[in-house]
Every structure is written in C-alpha cells, then in structure tokens.
C-alpha cells in the first residue's frame, strides 16, 4: 500500500503558482519523498526529490515539513502544459519498487 | 534520442495468445522495470532487474515472465493471454546503488486482449 495521502483534485489558474499537498506521516528517517507526474497517454516522468531540506530544480521546488509527515509540490508558474497527475511516493526499499498512489489530478486552467 | 522506447506502443490479440513487450533503455543504467496500468490508472510494479538478475517479482501470474539479455534491455512475455492482463505496460529504468535514483519510464505499451 502507497504510505501517502493526496487529494484526488485540484484545479490551478494559468500562470499561477500550483501548491500540491501530500500527507505521509509513517514515514521513516531515512526514507526519501519523491515526485512524480503523468501527463495523459505518457510515461510518468520524475519531478523532484528530498530528504529533509527544502529542494528546487528547473520543474518545481519541494517544502517538507520539519517533522517530515508531509510535503508540498509547488509548480511556481503553472501552465496548461502542466496537467496531468501528481504521485507523491515515499521510497520503501532499496530495491527500487516505487509504490504508486491515487495521486492528485491537477487541472491548469486558462 | 529517446531515452526508454517500448514496442510495440499498442498491441491487440485474442485471448490464448502468446505475445512480448520490448524495451530498450540507452541511458547505461543498471537496473530495469517492468509497471502495469490498469484501467483504473492504479500503476503497480511487476517485475525488477538489477545487472540482468531478478531482484523484484511481485504477484505476477507466472504466465508474465521477464527476459533481460543485457542491462540495456528487459523484454516481456505474456502468456496465454486473459482477457484481465489487458492495460498499459510501463518500462522503466534507474541507476543503481547505494542511495536511490530517479527512474525514467518508457512511453508505455497499450495491450488489449478481446
């Protein structure tokens, strides 16, 4: 079973800042969190990641809180382009099975 | 140049079937997945390989047998066809080690069985 918690939806106006929250709060020190999206008909496609600190990359910034139980995904500058469905997943082994949720459908909106 | 490509992108067959997913992956990772879709969107991994060795095999109906002939490739075989293997079939790939990558999918394979 996926150890977070997303909202099934939300909607984002274009150009706006998309912030996309995700709940895990089992989860354990040295577990990391990481983001992933699938646009519809593609392959998902790796976002960002973090451990403990805050982290950005050209794609979005990731906020974990300081007790590590959950997590924000922000988009700064949302476009249509950015649609699709965001997976928050919290890594369970080293094997490398990532554990799929329901994840967030997010609507960017003209 | 695509980093993870599938064949075919859609395949449909008739139940009984044997059938294979091809995938090749050009980034010199090490280790290669295999991920179903299913018509609910839910995406499980089914199968992992590190260097060519099985590393993961979730409940997977042993008709679904994996075949990695070197790290750049991890093909897959199903069969006798049901009409429930039906769904989207996801390659992926990572480096390997100590700390865990990123993975990079592949563009999916769309199986219908009727």
């Known amino acids: 079973d996926a150890k977070t918690t997303q909202p099934t939806s939300m909607d984002c106006a274009e150009g706006r800042a998309a912030n996309l929250p995700c709940n895990h709060s089992?989860?354990?020190?040295?577990?990391?969190v990481y983001w992933y999206r699938q646009i519809h008909s593609q392959g998902p496609q790796y976002i960002i990641h973090?451990?403990?600190n805050n982290e950005t990359n050209e794609m979005a910034s990731l906020i974990i809180t300081e007790d590590r139980k959950s997590s924000t995904l922000i988009l700064p500058h949302a476009t249509l382009r950015d649609t699709a469905v965001y997976y928050c997943?919290?890594?369970?082994?080293?094997?490398?099975?990532?554990?799929f949720g329901q994840g967030t459908e997010l609507s960017v909106k003209p | 140049d695509t980093a993870v490509s599938q064949t075919p992108k859609y395949l449909v067959t008739q139940m009984g079937n044997d059938k294979s997913i091809k995938c090749e992956q050009n980034?010199?990772?090490?280790?290669m997945y295999w991920y179903k879709q299913d018509s609910k969107k839910f995406l499980k991994i089914m199968f992992s390989?590190?260097?060519?060795?099985?590393?993961i095999n979730e409940t997977v109906p042993n008709r679904f047998s994996p075949k990695s002939p070197d790290k750049a490739h991890l093909n897959l075989h199903i069969n006798s066809l049901e009409l429930g293997d039906s769904a989207v079939y996801f390659c992926?790939?990572?480096?390997?080690?100590?700390?865990?990558?990123?993975?990079?999918f592949g563009p999916g394979t769309r199986l219908t069985v009727t």
């Open positions: 390989y590190n260097n060519k060795e099985l590393i």
């Open positions: 992926a790939s990572s480096r390997s080690g100590g700390r865990v990558y990123e993975q990079y």
């Open positions: 973090g451990l403990k």
């Open positions: 089992t989860i354990s020190g040295n577990e990391y």
């Open positions: 997943i919290v890594r369970v082994d080293q094997g490398g099975k990532l554990i």
């Open positions: 980034l010199g990772h090490d280790t």
